[in-house]
C-alpha cells in the first residue's frame, strides 16, 4: 500500500513530499491546478526555513534567487524618507543565516519541485481530490483527473490543502477563528517604470498604505495596498495605479502588465485539531493568518518538516505514538505565531503602515519543543540551552576532511549523536542511520571533530561528558551532562 497521499503541492505538501521521498518512503503528491502557479504571495523566507533548505540541499538555489535584508524605504505622508534595515546582521557561529530573505513563493515551490525531481517524486498536477474514506488500516481517497476518477489507497493522508482545505472539512475538524471582511489587500506582481530597485518602497497615506517590493530573480515588484472600507478593491491595472497615484503622489511611476493578482481578506483561524485517525493537516489547512511579519509559508514549511521524519519512522517500524508529537509540537506554535501576526496586523490597521520584519521573534530561530514528550535532559530549568530547542550551529570545526560547521556535518535528515567526553560504550548496537560524532583534541577518524575555537562546545554548554542527541529535524531530543549512553539507548527506542 502506498504510504503517503498529499494532497496539494504548495511550499508546506512540497516540503513534506521532499522529506519522504528523500527516505524512500512511497508517496503521491496531488495537485489540483494544472501547473506550477504564478505569484510572489509570501515572499519572506524567515533564517529558521533557511536552515531547513540548508538541510534538504537547496538553501544555495533559493538564495541565488533572493535577497537577504531587503531595505525598507518608508515615505511618511509630509514626504519625510526614513530607511529601515537593510545591513545583514553579522554571521554567528551558530547561526548561518541572519536575516530573511525576501523572494517569490513561487521561485520557493520550483526550488523544492526541483529537489522532489531529484529524489525521483513529481507532482501529479490537474488532479484534484475529491473525497475520502478512513479505516483502522489506510484512507481511500477519491481522485478526479481528466474527468476520470481513481481511487488511491494510502496509510495516511496528509492535507496540505490550504485554507480552504477539503481535507479539513471532510475530517470534521473545525477552523476556529475570523474572517475580517473590513482588512483587505489588493496584492499584485506588477512592471513599474521610474522606480529603482534598491529597496521596498512603502508611501504612508490616509487612506493606507501603498508599497513596491523588487522582487529579486524577477523584473517585477510586489504592489500591496490596504483597502479602507468603502474603497474599490478592483483589481485592473488602471485601479491599482489610481491608488498608486494618489497615495504615493508620485505621477512619474507607472505600474503595467501585472503577472498576477489578487484581493487578500483577513483571515484569522487555527484548527482545533491537526489530526483525525489517518489523516493530518500541515500549513495554510491548518493555521491561516494575516501576512505581516512573514509568518505563514515559514510556519507550513516547518510543519511539514517536523511531520516527515516521524511519518517515515512510523512507517519503517517505530512506535505510532510517535505521530500524537506532531499536533502536540507544532499547534501551539501555530498559535503563538498567530498571535504574533495579529499583533503586527493590529499595528499595521491602527498605523495605516506596513510593519517592518527583521525582529528577533519572526526569524523563527526561537521555535522550540521544550516541553515536548520527546525532549528529554538532564539540566536545570536554568540552562541557556535544554532538550527541545534547536539544536545551534557552530563554525571553526576541523575533521579529517578538513574545516567544516557543523550544520554541514548533520546535513541530510538524519540522527545525530554528538559525545564531548569518552566515545559512549552502547550495549547494544545503535540504531542504522545514526551518524555519531565525537569532540577530540586530534581527528583520526571519520567521525571525529577538533573544535579548536570552541564554539560547538560553547554552542552546547557542554561539560567533559556531555551527550547530545539531536532528531532528523534539527532539535535536540536528549542533553546528558551525565554522559549516559544507556539513557540515550532508552530514549533512541522512542523512535524506532
Ligand atoms: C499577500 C500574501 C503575502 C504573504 N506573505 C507571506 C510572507 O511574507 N511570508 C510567509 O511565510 N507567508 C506569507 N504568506 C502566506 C503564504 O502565502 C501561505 O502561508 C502559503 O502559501 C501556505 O502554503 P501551503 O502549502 O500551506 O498552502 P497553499 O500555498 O495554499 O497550497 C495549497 C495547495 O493545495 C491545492 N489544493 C487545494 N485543494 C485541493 C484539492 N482538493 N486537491 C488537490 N489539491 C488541492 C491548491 O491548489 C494549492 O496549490 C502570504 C500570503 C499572501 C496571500
Redesign the pocket.
Known sequence: MLTALI???????LTLACELARRGVSCRV????PGP?PGS????IQPRTLEVFDDLGIVDRVLANGRMAMPMRMIARDGQVTMRGGETPAVRPDVPYPASLVTP?WRVEEALRRRLGEFGGAVEFG???DGFEQSEDGVSATVVRDGGTEVITARWLIG???????VRKQAGIVFGGETREDIR?I?ADVMVDGLDRDAWHVWHHEDGPVSLCPLPSTGVFQY?AGMAPGQDPGLDPANMQAIFARRSGRTDIRLHAPEWS?L?RANIRLADRYREGRVFL????AHIHS?AG???????IQDAYNLGWKLAAVANGAPPALLDSYEAERRPVAADVLALSNALLRQAVEQKSIVARRKANTTQLDVGYRHSTLARDDRDGSAPLRAGDRAPDATGLTTTRGGRRWFDLTRGGHFTLLSFGAAPAFEMRPPGGLRMFHVVGQAAGPGDIVDAQGHLAGAYAATDRTLVLIRPDGYIAMISDAGEAAAISDHLAMFG
Open positions: 494532497a496539494g503541492a504548495g511550499p508546506t505538501g496531488i495537485e489540483a491546478v502557479q504571495r509570501g515572499k519572506g513563493e488532479t484534484v481530490l496540505c490543502d490550504g485554507g480552504r482545505s477539503l489587500m496584492v500591496q489578487s487578500w500541515a500549513g495554510d489547512a501576512p512573514g509568518q505563514g509559508m515559514n510556519t507550513g
